[in-house]
């Protein structure tokens, strides 16, 4: 029986292989808004039947990731501009929430940790290592919160925010100015000032929010 909850898996290896190598292929742009899934085609690329590419087809569904359309089937998920403001909005709230908790929850182990990789992430420059820094920063600093709620609430959000494409670091500027952004943050936390690391954190995720939806205004229009 498949099933779905803190500890996702689809039947059998197999299914949960295909299953994450979907989830990276939409967190990498391999798979983006409108592409179709075809269940023949990923079978023949991973290799294996059809049964366990349906199942994690299912999950994604599951996870709001692939929606069925009519003389289409599967496909990628488009995101309205609606869903991309509550998307950063709830963001907002869950990674300031985060930040102010890390405040008061983090070791001194884990706080040099952070500034080290954002030390990193300034060295790489605009590049793909670049981008999974950035993504193991934030993501060090939601396990700093020790908190599993939360940890859960971001990890079904961030599915979701895969669906918008590349990080905004690629747009020009943008990863210079998230750099000190999170050099904000960190300041709030080494301080162990919660307000401080929170409202920085916010800020931070808003200039992101800013930069994405000038992104979303150059696309252009399609007929529904």
Known sequence: MAKHDDNISADGPQGNQAYFQLLSDIRDGRLVSGDRVRETDLAERFGISRTPIREAIRLLEVDGLISHQPRQGATIRRLDYAEVMELY?????????????????????EIEELISLNADLAAAGNSPEAFRLNRQFHQALLHSTKNRFLAKSMDSLQKSLMILGPTTLTQPDRAERAIEEHNDVLTGIRSRDGEAAEKAMRA?????????????????????
């Open 204 to 224: 931070h995720i808003e200039a992101a929010q800013r930069v994405r939806i000038r992104a979303l205004r150059q696309l252009p229009v399609t007929e529904e």
């Open 89 to 109: 909005e709830m963001r907002s709230v869950l990674e300031g929430t985060a930040a102010r908790l890390a405040a008061r929850s983090a070791s001194d182990i």
